[in-house]
């Protein structure tokens, strides 16, 4: 049942070239330059007079939004925000019927999140799904939606549904910017070739990377503390990162925007202190590396996932983990992945239950 894998965790993220695929599949159409996403055709006046897209999500799902909300700013000009459905159900949020909230749940089942997208139905707004589990709560209560074809996912830490995840709001970020035209027809195919090759890109590291992270998990698993970082599309990565270590290892773990560091936890650095950059190419490289150049001052170790054929940031990092070139837009399906690897391993070497780590269940279905 696990495939020869080990843990379900394992076999889980190496599935993703083909789950990521499959989320793609008969939605991406490159020959004809279009994507066929027949929930947001259902919603197309809604989301075209849309005051406001409002992400509704919890933990892993959350990021995805958070990832979701830098995208739809970027290429399809509708404001978005993103909200912790704990959060936006207990709070008097105001919502209009001039609003279309997207629900991301792997489950379908998230108490929270299903209450929130209740109590907003209830106000008028046109809620969106983007589930896992096909005919699911969330599923049932949404107007119109898009599953992600991730295939049961058993491990308790979210990995393939995550990636699934973010293909799916890829695809539904450059189908409303071509619909609202708010996306040249160059850019709309440069980034449709590049979703497109991110299956053999995660492929690219599964093959290539997993004796180096298994090198670096092993060097780090008695760490107390690690803190990840990034910025613009990668900070939600940082996030991401930080939440599978909690999770898999019990090594705590905080995500920040680098450049917040600063602003508090850099008080945390010292000699024994991991730092993970999330720093690939991207028009935030330079301050990342100087962010980087700052932990290193303060002697703190730096572990750093970058880009194919970067040279300067590995001579600056203590501990690299590549990842082929990809559009900045399009990173953190693919950076996440060898922060998975990382957390699963370092869980691994801590001979924990990664499957099935303690206190957690794989569908919160109380609040
Ligand atoms: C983390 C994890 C959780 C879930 C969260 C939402 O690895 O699995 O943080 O992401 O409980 O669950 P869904 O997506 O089922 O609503």
């Known amino acids: 049942e696990k495939g020869g894998y080990d843990h379900f965790m394992l076999k889980e993220i190496f599935e993703q070239p083909t789950t990521i695929a499959d989320s793609l599949r008969g939605r991406l159409v490159l020959n004809e330059s279009k994507i066929i996403l027949s929930g947001i055709d259902i919603i197309q006046e809604k989301l075209l007079n849309a005051r406001r897209i409002i992400i509704v999500a919890c933990g892993t799902s959350w990021h995805a939004g ?12 509708i404001n978005v925000e993103v909200e912790y459905a ?8 105001i919502i209009t019927d001039e609003d279309v909230i997207i629900a991301i749940s792997q489950s379908g089942e998230t108490a929270d999140t299903l209450v929130a997208l209740e109590r907003a139905k209830e106000q008028g707004a046109t ?18 939606g898009c599953y992600t074809h991730a295939g049961p996912e058993i491990g308790v830490a979210s990995t393939k549904a995550y990636t699934a995840q973010l293909a799916v709001l ?3 970020a450059l189908k409303v910017a071509k619909m609202k035209g708010t996306i040249s027809e160059e850019r709309f195919v440069e980034l449709s070739q590049e979703l497109n090759s991110v299956p053999e890109k995660v492929e690219w590291v599964l093959k290539n990377e997993v004796d180096n992270i298994k090198a670096i998990a092993y ?7 690690v803190l990840y ?10 996030l991401e990162g930080a939440l599978k270590l909690k999770e898999i290892s019990y090594i705590h773990a905080e995500g920040y925007p680098a450049a917040e560091m600063k602003h508090g936890p850099i008080a945390l650095v010292d000699d024994t202190l991991p730092v993970v950059f999330v720093a690939t190419k991207d028009v935030y490289h330079e301050k990342v590396i100087s962010n980087m150049q700052e932990i290193k001052a303060r002697k703190g170790k730096v572990i750093a996932v970058v880009s194919e054929g970067d040279e300067i940031t590995h001579s600056i990092a203590d501990d690299i983990m590549t990842v082929p070139v990809l559009d900045e837009v399009l990173a953190p399906i693919l950076t996440v992945v060898p922060l998975q690897l990382l957390s699963y391993y370092i869980g691994v070497y801590r001979g924990l239950d990664v499957d099935k780590p303690r206190n957690l269940a794989k569908s919160v279905t109380v609040e």
């Open 219 to 225: 060097k780090y698993k008695d760490a107390h503390d």
């Open 66 to 77: 958070l990832v979701a909300e830098y995208v739809i700013e970027e290429l399809c000009r």
């Open 229 to 238: 970082l990034g910025r613009g599309y990668n900070f939600p990565t940082a």
């Open 86 to 93: 704990s959060e936006f159900r207990y709070r008097n949020p």
């Open 127 to 144: 809620i969106f799904g983007i589930v896992n589990v096909v005919g699911s709560s969330i599923a049932r209560i949404s107007h119109a």
């Open 170 to 172: 890829m695809l539904l």
